[in-house]
């Protein structure tokens, strides 16, 4: 019981305080490349308790849905990030659901964030409602493929056991199914996040946004809490990709300096996957809207090669 | 006991028809006496067919009429059980919210025939599910036909509904000639017309004959379920007749076509070959795809929610044909995981299309449209039902914790688990299923965003949005206890399914609750340990309690306290003189891009006119038009349709008008038939 208490609250710890500084480094070291300053990895730090701190202007037109929005986004996000498995194959509410209700929960914010959108009248809002449901939409069946392959393989849809078939097969990553896998998630990685070549999280250009457009309005403390949970929606699905594909350095179980270990292992591999991402961002320019399906059917297709690997090899 | 429950529920029913057809004089009275006898009778069914369920027995009544060939058998079999209570929940609340619903038509229609109709239409469904002679079962089948059919057209003065009326009636019709062959295929064979001698019957048939039953049983009960591509009649139906009647056909009466095939599929065949399980599970996958895609792209309310009856329709099916397919392949706890996990979301879907369909009743009342693009703002004039279709919208888009979730959920694991139970390379259409089930899935949580956004969020998009008025307490009531179905057949998953336990025994001979409960009681597993893939497990109870916790210790207090520091104000609109609602996204905006992405099958046509006075900078009026291509519609029925025309037009010279003439062709057929008969 007290060890379950503990899993949960270090986890819990880890998603609510490693989240803003993800969203920080990938800032900080897009800028370097890019032969910017940058504002420094704590930025996103500093973002949030301005927020707090500040008062906040409801739209005259809005309804108890646009105040429920941010709570409901930011708990589901959370309990998602409980189901995960992050220090160790275990995940500390694995019982609660696995990787298709981690998919659900995300798509439960996104529900009740698109409905905010659309709440306060605003075209922006309901531009952002559109493309964001859109592109959510188009991403799904490549995820599920990538998923099912994972799944398939590991015998199960709960996190803790596909995380801990993974344990020990430190070159599995190698073999052709697991790569299409990767490749697929990393491709829908990217559309779910928002990010280059599919959204800019850094753009206010209204034809251009997605996420943005759709949390126009929020601001104060409703804006942190709808951003915090953003970035801890990045963070869950990067350590969802990097633990699930590759494992090295998971503890089978969370116990004492296997723990730390399970941690310092995370923040390294975190480390690696956000320079890939900032590479990927430089190198890319915004596609256009009507581009993303195809980028979204290549993730499909890659999905249903990794299958078909699944089979072959 | 049971029997007397069952059979005074049905003379319940039967009394309330002919009362309220006799007070029509009175329509207040009528009313009252239709809807109470609608309700009194789904309580006394859902008492009787509850105790059949957890009881597991079979109750058999045979009623004191009819000759040996025609019985009036009836059967409360578990599987009969089950769609009973779907049908005697979803009609309690119906009779509930009817009470206001109707009130508002006191003094404009005949409330005496539509409270005999309702009433002669719940007593048919009851004895459809029950009756276990095929005659007797046609027989229930027309009659629920013909009840649905005056039912639709019970706003007949509008061209459009009658005409919808006509196409139910005519397909519906070539449904029940499919399965008159059907019945009489197996009769031929048993001897009899009782569904006793069916029992694995079908199986034991010829191979040829076997499959040709089963297709003839598959599109004829496929056309009341609105399987593509057998569907055209749904979305022009369902939206036509009054709200709590199509709440009635989306959530119980398509269900028969469910019922029928579960009767058929695993009472009177066995093991079926590999190609119908696979066959069904195509047509799942395709009508789950083309009822999404098609609701997207409405924004007719009701309509949307009947393409939506055709998406869910084909979700049940992907279970069912993942159920048969593991069948075949003599995996029977699969079967059970796969055939729970269908039948789950038949109930819930009767639940939350019939709170969708109540609620859009309730807005079309209050607004007096069912065009989406003039509702709005409607969540501040009709709170409650704005909830409730709220919680309709989460448990249909398969969102967690709600009832949705728990049967997607179930799919999957039924479609994940195929994977393993064989080694060809057709074990990749589990997951190519999978997937598209999580398209399918996306794609409905986009529609309900519009479908819940559109009507209650942002500004009234018109003067009647803007002056409608909450409904009467008896609607939100009936509301409200659906609602609460969504609610508790979410969280109480775990406590639910063990109600299958009786069904699975009866048809597949397996109990799999235990199987599926975990960790006493508070988590659902797919643990089967058959196929590859053990399941994961969800609770979403657990999740539930996550989110109220959290809610009560975080958000409340929180959120009253940012309160003191929130003020109210305007929307930016871009430095224009204030937001009007035609700053608003519309339906027809919102779903633009999936219209530009899958043009290849919408095939779009738009038509711009603009009317210039002075230049062409400034039109003085845009005239816009927008529609899709029906292709079921003008590639398939068209044809079809010039077809019969043309094979009725020759015919016309055998009717010569004389009922000389008239009198001869039946001797003429009677001597044929006689021969026929003596040959034999």
Redesign the interface.
């Known amino acids: 019981m007290i060890q379950r208490l503990i899993e949960n609250a270090t986890q819990l710890f880890l998603l609510l305080a490693l989240a803003p500084l993800v969203t920080g480094v990938i800032r900080t070291l897009k800028a370097r490349l890019q032969t910017r300053r940058g504002p420094g990895i704590l930025q996103p730090y500093r973002d949030l308790r301005k927020l707090f701190g500040?008062?906040?202007?409801?739209?005259?037109?809005a309804?108890?849905?646009f105040?429920a929005t941010p709570?409901v986004v930011f708990?589901?996000t959370?309990?998602a990030g409980l189901m995960i498995p992050m220090v160790a194959a275990k995940a500390p509410?694995?019982?609660?659901?696995?990787?298709?209700?981690v998919i659900?929960?995300l798509?439960?914010g996104?529900?009740f964030l698109?409905?905010s959108g659309?709440?306060?009248?605003?075209?922006?809002?309901?531009?952002g409602?559109?493309?964001e449901?859109?592109i959510?939409?188009?991403?799904?069946?490549?995820?599920?493929?990538a998923i099912?392959?994972v799944?398939?393989g590991a015998?199960?849809?709960?996190?803790t056991?596909i995380a801990g078939a993974a344990i020990g097969q430190t070159w599995r990553f190698l073999a052709p199914a697991q790569m299409f896998a990767f490749a697929a998630l990393a491709l829908v990685l990217i559309a779910e996040t928002g990010r280059i070549p599919v959204d800019n999280p850094d753009t206010h250009l209204e034809l251009t946004m997605i996420h943005e457009a759709m949390i126009?309005?929020y601001s104060?403390?409703?804006l942190a809490l709808v951003e915090w949970a953003a970035s801890i929606k990045q963070l869950v699905l990067m350590t969802l990709l990097i633990n699930c594909f590759w494992p090295i350095g998971l503890q089978p179980t969370w116990f004492g300096f296997g723990a730390l270990q399970g941690i310092g292992w995370l923040l390294a591999k975190l480390l690696l996957l956000c320079c890939a991402i900032v590479l990927l961002e430089t190198v890319n320019a915004k596609m256009r809207?009507?581009r993303v399906?195809e980028l979204l059917a290549v993730a499909?297709t890659l999905?249903?090669l990794a299958?078909?690997s699944t089979?072959l090899f | 006991m049971i029997t007397e429950l069952f059979l005074s529920g049905i003379i319940v029913w039967l009394t309330g028809a002919v009362a309220s057809l006799a007070l029509w004089r009175h329509p207040a009275v009528a009313r009252r006496v239709g809807c109470s006898a609608a309700l009194a009778g789904s309580l006394l069914d859902l008492v009787a067919s509850a105790a059949v369920l957890f009881s597991g027995s079979t109750t058999a009544i045979g009623l004191p009429f009819g000759n040996p060939a025609f019985t009036w058998a009836i059967r409360l079999d578990p599987l009969s059980a089950y769609f009973n209570v779907t049908l005697a929940v979803l009609a309690a609340a119906v009779a509930l919210y009817s009470f206001g619903y109707l009130r508002e038509m006191e003094g404009r229609r005949n409330l005496g025939a539509f409270g005999f109709f309702i009433n002669l239409l719940l007593p048919s469904l009851a004895l459809v599910f029950t009756a276990s002679n095929a005659f007797f079962f046609l027989v229930a089948w027309e009659v629920m036909a013909l009840a649905s059919f005056f039912l639709i057209i019970f706003e007949h003065e509008k061209e459009k509904t009658r005409k919808a009326g006509m196409l139910f009636l005519i397909m519906s019709h070539a449904g029940t000639g499919l399965l008159l062959i059907g019945f009489l295929v197996l009769a031929s064979a048993s001897g009899s017309l009782d569904f006793s001698s069916f029992h694995l019957l079908a199986s034991s048939m010829p191979p040829l004959e076997q499959g040709a039953v089963f297709l003839l049983f598959l599109f004829g009960f496929g056309v009341k379920a609105g399987l593509v591509p057998l569907h055209i009649w749904l979305p022009e139906a369902h939206p036509v007749a009054p709200s709590n009647v199509s709440a009635l056909m989306s959530g119980i009466v398509i269900k028969t076509g469910i019922y029928g095939m579960a009767r058929v599929f695993f009472d009177f065949y066995g093991p079926p070959p590999l190609w119908m399980g696979t066959l069904v599970l195509g047509l799942g996958v395709a009508s789950a795809l083309l009822g999404v895609l098609y609701a997207l792209m409405e924004h007719d309310l009701k309509r949307l929610l009947a393409w939506h009856s055709i998406e869910n329709i084909g979700i049940i099916l992907m279970g069912f044909g993942a159920a048969l397919i593991f069948r075949s392949l003599g995996q029977a706890n699969l079967a059970a995981l796969a055939l729970i996990a269908a039948l789950y979301h038949t109930f819930n879907h009767a639940i939350f299309k019939g709170l969708l369909f109540l609620g859009a009743g309730s807005v079309v009342q209050a607004t007096h449209t069912r065009n989406m693009e003039k509702m709005g703002g409607l969540i501040r004039r009709m709170p409650v039902t704005a909830l409730c279709f709220l919680l309709g919208a989460v448990a249909i888009s398969g969102l967690p914790p709600l009832n949705g979730f728990v049967s997607e959920w179930l799919t999957y694991q039924a479609l994940l688990a195929g994977f393993g139970t064989t080694q060809s390379l057709t074990r990749l259409m589990f997951p190519i299923a999978g997937s598209l089930l999580a398209l399918t899935a996306a794609l409905a949580a986009a529609c309900f965003v519009k479908a819940f956004a559109i009507p209650f969020l942002a500004l009234p998009r018109s003067e009647e949005a803007a002056e409608a008025r909450e409904c009467s307490l008896a609607m939100r009531a009936g509301m409200a206890v659906l609602a609460v179905g969504c609610i508790a057949l979410g969280l109480g998953a775990t406590w639910f399914v063990p109600v299958f336990d009786s069904i699975t025994q009866q048809t597949l001979g397996v109990r799999a609750s235990a199987a599926l409960v975990t960790a006493h009681g508070l988590a659902l597993t797919a643990g089967t340990g058959h196929g590859t893939v053990q399941g994961g497990t969800i609770s979403t109870a657990g999740m539930a309690l996550f989110f109220l916790l959290a809610g009560a210790a975080f958000a409340l207090p929180l959120a009253l306290r940012w309160r003191r520091r929130s003020v109210r104000g305007p929307v930016w609109d871009c430095g224009l003189p204030g937001l009007t609602a035609d700053n608003e996204y519309t339906a027809t905006a919102f779903s633009k891009p999936l219209r530009m992405i899958f043009s290849a099958l919408y095939r779009p046509r738009r038509e711009i006119q603009a009317e210039y006075e002075v230049s062409p900078h400034y039109p003085s009026a845009i005239h816009f038009e927008s529609e899709i291509e029906r292709p079921f519609e003008q590639r398939l029925y068209g044809p079809l349709r010039e077809r019969i025309m043309a094979a009725a037009n020759r015919m016309k010279g055998i009717q010569a008008g004389s009922i000389n003439v008239y009198l001869a062709y039946i001797f003429i057929t009677l001597i044929l038939l006689l021969l026929f008969g003596v040959r034999g």
Do not use: N, Q
């Open positions: 500040k008062g906040m202007v409801i739209p005259e037109t309804s108890w849905i105040t709570w708990f589901s959370i309990l509410l694995g019982l609660f659901g696995g990787v298709l209700a659900y929960l798509g439960l996104r529900f698109a409905l659309l709440d306060t009248g605003s075209s922006f809002g309901g531009l409602s559109s493309r449901m859109t959510s939409a188009l991403a799904e069946p490549a995820m599920m493929l099912f392959t799944a398939i015998g199960s849809t709960g996190l056991e126009l309005e104060g403390p409703y809207l009507f399906p499909f999905g249903s299958l078909v089979f």
